[in-house]
Every structure is written in C-alpha cells, then in structure tokens.
C-alpha cells in the first residue's frame, strides 16, 4: 500500500507504518519529503578523524605509485596527529590508491593486426559435439569443423587442415623465407610442423639450414619430401632420412594386400596313422 496515502487514512506515522510494514520513521521521511516538494535535506557531510592525514595519505600514495601499505603509512600518520584506529585507517590508505589507479591506469591500445600475422583459434562444446574455430585477425575469415574430441591428436589435425585450406602459412622470419625458397615442398614442412604443435621450429630451420649447406637442394629437397609424405616434422627426422639415403617414395598404403608365403606340398592324414589303427 502507498505510505502517504495510509497516513493520510489514519492520520499517525505508526498507524500507516504498521499497515504499510514498514517503521514509523521511515513513514515520517517520506512525508517530510512529500511536503518538501519531492526534495531531500542537503546533509552535512560528517566528519571522520583521518580527514586531518587524508592529503598527507594521498601524497604518499602518489609518490609511490599506490604501492605503500598501510601499515608503512600508519607511524607517519600518528606522528601527524592522527588519533583513530588501524583499521580505520587501512580503509583510508584503500580508498585513496583506488582513487589514483582511477585518474592512472594504463589502459589499452587497439591492436593493429596485418594481413597474414595473426590466427586465432579456439574450441567450444555444445554438449557432446565440439567446434573448432580459427579466425585470422585482419581479414576475419573463419575455418569452423566439428569434432568429437579435443584431444592432442585432434588439435594440430584441425591446424593441418585449417592451414591447408588457408594456403599454407606465410613465412614470416629471414629463416622461414629463406627456407620457403626451395618450393611447396618446404611451405609444406613449415605448415605441417607448425600444425604439429612443434615449438622449436625456429631453430630446426637453422638446422635445415645448415643441411642444406652440406648436401644441396636437391638432396634436401628430395628428403623433405619423405618427411612430409611419412608426417616427420623435424629437423632430426629430416636429417635421418638423409643419412639413411634413398627409399621408399611414399608410405604403403594401409589395408594392401601382402603376399602370402609359397606352401609346400601337403600330405593327407592317413600318412600319419599309428599302428594301422583305424
């Protein structure tokens, strides 16, 4: 019910207060302002007993970058009169670093992305059923595919197949450049280890590098392509199969049919009957 018009029914502020469920002070504010013309009392703001170190608080918390503590602050401000207690005092120290964290923060620049640098990726789930997500920064296309897991396997599986449909990824570094130049066979390997969640790959194209260097181009060309064909996506790996020397082209196909060793002749059963037994 409508405190004022209760009060004016019963004509008392504990009348209208207990049919209104409310106390009786309460009914008294809220006629006082409704005479008032709808305005409150300008109160006067009370005083506290720190207000006489609040500026001698709110210089030290500047002077340090709102990284004193109070309890550092506390014998300065009783040597400056201050008469309360510790805790009063923490929430002054509290109140004046919130204050200059507000006039000094940081804040954040927008980021500036280029065409090419940046791809971000994520999964969510919609109960069982999870998505893979990869955005690039600049240009916000996206590469969504759902899986049934989100295992480690599963991951560098969706990178491959993003990458992949992407075009490959961009070599960025003079190393990468530089490594990209011997054809798709080598955008092929740095895609394929990138996507392998391969995190020293900046060193294992200094060690290419130096492979090249001691065997040729086409000799590394020649192994990269079996690394990438057998998905070895390291340097070590790269340099085995050029120790190894040449081989297999590709990997076998799985599920081919395998030769069966040739079969002697076969002898029946009554070649072995003991005794004449029948």
Request: charged share 25%; net charge positive; proline share 7%.
């Given at each position: 019910m409508d405190i004022i018009s209760a009060c004016q029914q019963v004509g008392t502020y504990r009348g209208a207060a207990a049919m209104c469920g409310v106390n009786h002070k309460t009914v008294k504010r809220i006629i006082e302002r409704a005479e008032a013309g709808g305005k409150t009392r300008?109160?006067?703001?009370?005083?506290?007993n720190y207000d006489s170190?609040?500026?001698?608080?709110?210089?030290r918390v500047?002077?340090?970058s709102a990284r004193i503590s109070a309890k550092r602050l506390l014998p300065a401000a009783r040597a400056a009169g201050y008469p309360g207690s510790a805790r009063n005092f923490r929430r002054l120290v509290a109140d004046a670093k919130k204050a200059w964290r507000r006039e000094n923060h940081r804040g954040r620049r927008p980021a500036v992305w280029a065409p090419g640098e940046v791809l971000a990726v994520d999964w969510g789930s919609v109960g069982a059923l999870h998505v893979f997500?990869?955005?690039?920064?600049?240009?916000?296309?996206?590469?969504v595919r759902f899986a049934g897991d989100e295992r480690s396997e599963t991951t560098p599986a969706m990178l491959a197949g993003c990458f992949e449909e992407l075009g490959g990824v961009r070599p960025k570094?003079?190393?990468?450049?530089?490594?990209?130049a011997l054809g798709p066979v080598a955008e092929?390997?740095?895609?394929?280890?990138a996507a392998s969640g391969n995190t020293r790959l900046a060193s294992d194209l200094d060690e290419l590098a130096a492979l090249r260097a001691a065997h040729g181009d086409a000799a590394l060309t020649a192994a990269l392509e079996?690394?990438?064909?057998?998905?070895?996506?390291?340097a070590e790996d790269v340099w085995s199969i050029l120790a190894a020397g040449p081989?297999?082209?590709?990997?076998p196909r799985r599920g081919r049919s395998r030769r069966r060793p040739a079969q002697g002749p076969v002898r029946p059963l009554s070649d072995y009957r003991i005794g004449g037994a029948s």
């Open positions: 300008d109160r006067a703001p009370r005083a506290r170190v609040a500026g001698l608080v709110a210089g500047a002077a340090t997500c990869a955005v690039l920064a600049w240009s916000r296309v996206r590469f570094t003079p190393a990468e450049k530089a490594f990209a092929q390997f740095i895609a394929g280890s079996r690394a990438v064909a057998f998905r070895r996506w390291r081989g297999p082209r590709a990997p």
